[in-house]
């Protein structure tokens, strides 16, 4: 365990390379502009964390929370963020490419025409979120939350879908294949028959 503690520091722009860090305190600390590589964070408190601007790819952040951080601006590529908690935080003109977000909440988040096709969102929690023209293509959804989000024009092609609830959704406009059609079908109890 890490004996590290950069809470309320101020290090806009630093450069992390290869970093481990379990149970660290970020919290409120200034990471404007940072470039973060290849790191591995556990269980470590962001809450209230400034990161606009910064670039994070190909690092893991597992059991993270990121409650009311700001990522305005930020680039989060390839990323590992397994189970984070992304409660009340700031994630408007984000760039988030591939990576696996399994089991994050992030209900109630702006994520209106992100690209998360091909990513691995399992058990992810978009309650209440604008998912509107989200591309969804190839992504691993199984069991995602999904409730109350606004989905017009989500495209879900070749998307796994299992385990979705359907019924707390518009379905509208949204795009699906046609074997999707039939999952979605039975999730709302509808018996398909040949």
Not at 145 to 162: T, Y
Request: glycine letters at 8%.
């Amino acid at each position: 365990m890490s004996k590290e503690d950069y809470e309320a520091k101020n290090m806009p722009k630093m450069l992390w390379k290869h970093r481990e860090l379990d149970n660290v305190s970020f919290r409120y600390a200034v990471l404007d502009d940072a470039v973060i590589r290849g790191c591995r964070f556990v269980h470590c408190d962001f809450t209230g964390a400034f990161l606009r601007g910064s670039v994070m790819e190909e690092s893991m952040f597992v059991g993270c929370d990121w409650t009311r951080a700001s990522f305005f601006g930020a680039s989060l590529l390839n990323l590992k963020m397994i189970g984070g908690v992304f409660d009340e935080a700031d994630l408007r003109g984000v760039i988030i490419r591939g990576g696996d977000w399994t089991a994050s909440r992030l209900r109630y988040q702006k994520l209106r025409k992100q690209n998360f096709s091909k990513m691995h969102l399992a058990d992810a929690d978009f309650y209440g979120s604008d998912l509107q023209e989200v591309d969804f293509r190839d992504a691993d959804l199984t069991r995602a939350n999904i409730a109350q989000a606004r989905l017009s024009h989500a495209d879900f092609r070749g998307a796994e879908v299992e385990g979705i609830d359907w019924s707390a959704v518009a379905l509208q406009s949204i795009i699906v294949d046609s074997s999707q059609t039939i999952v979605i079908v039975r999730a709302l109890g509808a018996k398909v028959r040949d």
